[in-house]
C-alpha cells in the first residue's frame, strides 16, 4: 500500500504523519500542493498546520490548490481520504465535508492531550477500535470548533457521521470537557460514502508511547487493516485493541 | 473603483470574538452596547472589467463561507 501527504505552504504536521505512517511500514510520499495527481495512492492524508497563514479563513485558500482537484476527483471514487486538523479545516472548505470550523469558544489556542470518544466504528478510520472506546490524542489549534446547521447535525446524527466526540476522563461528553465549543462536543465526521474522515486531534502525535500515548495508532492501523495491508489476526489486532479499551 | 465587502458570522452562529468585545465595551463604561459580531471589511480595487455576478461569485466561493458567514458587496462608481 502507498499512502500520500500533502504539503502546502504552511503544513507542519506532515513530516508527523509520515513518520506515523512509515513507522507502520506504508510507503509514504510528500506531495507538493501544486502537482496534480494523487493517482496510485490507497490513501491520502491532508494533515495540520497553518496552510497559507490562516489567511481569510482556515483552510480558504488551500483548497483552491492544484493538488484539490484530483483529490476530489480521488475522493469522489471512493478512497481513503483523512483529514487532520488543518487537514479537516480543509476538507470543510472544500465541501467534502459538512459544516465549518470556528475560532474556539474561549478565545484561545488550545495545546493538551484529549480524551475523545470512539461514536461509530462501521468505518475503514476507527473498525478496530470498540465504539464508546476512550482515546487519548493530543489537540493543538486555535480554530476547532465544530459549526453546522440543525439539519446537518440531525444528518450527521442518523447516518452515525459523528465519529469522535470530546469526552472527560469518565468517557462523558459534558460541556467542561468540550475544550472548543463544538457543537454536540464533536471532534470528528465521516462523508456519506464513508470514506472521507476530518477531525481535529492528531492521531500522528499519539503513535508512541514515548509521546505520551499511542491511542493514535489505532486509526492507522484501522486504515491499513481496511486497505488489506496488514493481518486481520487475533494476534496482530490484539496488543492493539486492547491499548485501545483501557 | 473599489468594492468593499463586508463579512460578518451569520446570526446563527456563535462569535465568541464578539461577546468578548461586547464585554470590553461593557468594561470601558458603554453599557448601552447590546451585542456586538466581529468580521471582516474587503476592500477590492478594480479595473471594472468585471461584472456584479463575478465579484458576488468571489464573494461567495472564497470571500466569505456560506456555511457561517454573510457578507455584504458594495460597489462604488
Not at chain 2, 446570526?11 to 468585545?21: C, E, I, R
Request: some cysteine; hydrophobic content about 40%.
Amino acid at each position: 500500500m502507498k499512502a500520500a501527504v500533502i504539503r502546502f505552504p504552511g503544513s507542519n504536521c506532515d513530516q508527523d504523519c509520515v513518520l506515523a505512517l512509515s513507522e507502520l511500514g506504508v510507503k509514504t510520499d510528500y506531495v507538493w500542493h501544486k502537482d496534480t495527481s494523487v493517482a496510485g495512492y490507497d490513501l491520502v492524508v491532508l494533515p495540520g498546520g497553518f496552510s497559507y497563514g490562516d489567511y481569510l479563513r482556515c483552510g480558504a485558500i488551500a483548497r483552491f490548490s492544484p493538488i484539490m482537484k484530483a483529490v476530489k476527483e480521488y475522493a469522489a471514487a471512493g478512497n481513503l481520504l483523512l483529514g487532520i486538523c488543518n487537514g479537516f479545516q480543509i476538507l470543510c472548505e472544500a465541501g467534502l465535508l459538512p459544516g465549518a470550523l470556528i475560532r474556539n469558544r474561549s478565545l484561545h489556542f488550545v495545546c493538551q492531550h484529549q480524551n475523545v470518544r470512539v461514536e461509530d466504528i462501521s468505518n475503514p478510520f476507527l473498525h478496530l477500535c470498540r465504539t464508546g472506546a476512550r482515546l487519548r490524542i493530543p489537540i493543538a489549534h486555535g480554530e476547532g470548533s465544530y459549526s453546522a446547521d440543525a439539519a446537518t447535525l440531525l444528518q450527521l446524527e442518523r447516518q452515525n457521521r459523528i465519529l469522535l466526540r470530546y469526552v472527560n476522563n469518565n468517557g462523558a461528553a459534558i460541556d467542561l470537557a468540550n475544550p472548543n465549543g463544538s457543537v454536540e462536543s464533536i471532534a470528528g465526521i465521516i462523508n456519506e460514502g464513508r470514506n472521507v474522515f476530518g477531525l481535529m486531534p492528531h492521531p500522528e502525535r499519539a503513535c508512541d508511547r514515548r509521546l505520551g500515548s499511542d491511542d493514535g495508532r489505532i486509526i492507522f492501523e484501522s486504515i491499513l487493516a481496511s486497505l488489506g495491508a496488514i493481518s486481520l489476526d487475533e494476534d496482530a489486532a490484539a496488543p492493539t485493541t486492547s491499548r485501545s479499551l483501557t | 473603483m473599489k468594492a468593499k465587502v463586508i463579512v460578518l458570522p451569520k446570526q446563527s452562529v456563535l462569535d465568541p470574538q464578539g461577546v468578548a468585545v461586547r464585554d470590553a465595551i461593557h468594561h470601558h463604561g458603554l453599557p448601552a452596547v447590546k451585542a456586538a459580531r466581529v468580521g471582516k471589511f474587503i476592500e477590492l480595487e478594480l479595473d471594472g472589467s468585471q461584472t456584479e455576478a463575478q465579484l458576488h461569485e468571489v464573494c461567495r466561493d472564497l470571500l466569505s463561507n456560506p456555511v457561517i458567514e454573510d457578507y455584504k458587496l458594495v460597489v462604488e462608481g
